[in-house]
């Protein structure tokens, strides 16, 4: 079976594991709630990114390139939700952490944009998949003609319902990638493992916000679930041919290599992407009815990389 799996799986600091991952604690929901979210002004020069930054490893490195190819438009969509959903907040603390995400969320769509732009320079032009992801959070997933009425409101917590569930997986592999030895060991592109451990970071951070504004706006435990059923399967459709594409459209591979689920699982197990088994579960967590993403990750260990991200740390110079 051709492809790979839906996994936002993300680089380490090579030779430096002491120094980059941080001591998962115990999960504070009291910590969580004092948390105050705050954009991170961060830039990183790609001049020297080699085109497989996970070294010898194509299929790791595409499979985590599929977040540059998704998130840009995707957090723009986001961001446009979550604007509209603002006349709607009547609590203030959660307006507050609305926007906070979305001050965090419109950086996380720069940041990526930037490697986009490296891989086109470097001859791959993903312009042709970006296209259709376009399409999707424009013309699928955009605004109705009359946000004000009833059926534009509906529309809107759906937006907020599926954006919700999409967090829910975000906050899993932010989680995964600041417990990752595996990407250490393999020596990836430091810079971009600060990427997507910075990124890995903020989406722990803020993983709350996407499901407490739902409940605000709609508790239902069955649009939890309708949503999440087919936001679920549609991300690992969008992902398994977004790995698909890189690969085949790789100018170093020259078509000789093709992603495979068993090359995935090989990969898994040695620590460069997420394991199945993982993923599976931590959506199997969303269901419960009394779920809350505190359940995912910690805060804590969140908060800590944070502190010593060398771009995050850059931008709050």
């Known amino acids: 079976m ?9 680089p380490r600091i090579a030779r430096r594991s002491t120094r980059t991952l941080v001591q998962r604690p115990a999960v504070r929901t009291d910590e969580h709630r004092d948390l105050a979210l705050n954009p991170r002004d ?28 998704l998130l840009p438009e995707g957090e723009r969509w986001f961001v446009r939700t979550f604007r509209e959903a603002l006349p709607l907040i009547t609590d203030e603390r959660l307006r507050e952490d609305v926007i906070g995400f979305i001050g965090q969320e419109s950086v996380h769509a720069e940041a990526h944009q930037g490697v986009l732009d490296l891989l086109l320079a470097k ?34 917590i759906e937006r907020v319902a599926i954006i919700a569930a999409i967090e829910h997986f975000t906050a899993f592999l932010g989680d995964w990638v600041l417990n990752a030895p595996g990407l250490d060991r393999a020596e990836v592109d430091p810079m971009m493992l600060d990427l997507l451990r910075w990124h890995g970071a903020e989406e722990v951070e803020h993983r709350s916000v996407a499901y407490d504004l739902l409940v605000h706006l709609d508790p239902s435990y069955l649009r939890r679930m309708r949503t999440m059923a087919v936001t679920g399967p549609v991300l690992t459709w969008l992902w398994v ?3 698909r594409f890189l690969m085949l459209t790789d100018p170093e591979l020259e078509g000789r290599a093709k992603p495979t689920w068993r090359a995935y699982v090989q990969a898994s197990r040695r620590g460069l992407l997420p394991g199945l088994t993982g993923a599976a579960r931590s959506a199997a967590r969303y269901v419960k009815p009394r779920y809350h993403p505190t359940q995912e990750g910690s805060t804590g260990q969140a908060v800590a990389y944070l502190a010593r991200s060398p771009a995050a740390r850059a931008a709050a110079r």
Do not use: C, I, K, Y
Request: charged share 20%; aromatic share 8%.
């Open 2 to 10: 051709s492809s790979v799996p839906p996994a936002a799986a993300v």
């Open 42 to 69: 961060v830039h990183f020069d790609w001049s020297r990114l080699p085109m497989h930054w996970v070294p010898q490893e194509p299929l790791a490195t595409h499979t985590m390139n599929v977040l540059h190819l």
């Open 123 to 156: 001859g791959l032009d993903p312009a042709p998949f970006v296209r259709q992801v376009e399409w999707l959070f424009h013309r699928v997933l955009g605004r109705r003609d009359d946000p004000t009425g009833a059926a534009g409101r509906e529309n809107l």
């Open 241 to 243: 041919r977004g790995v």
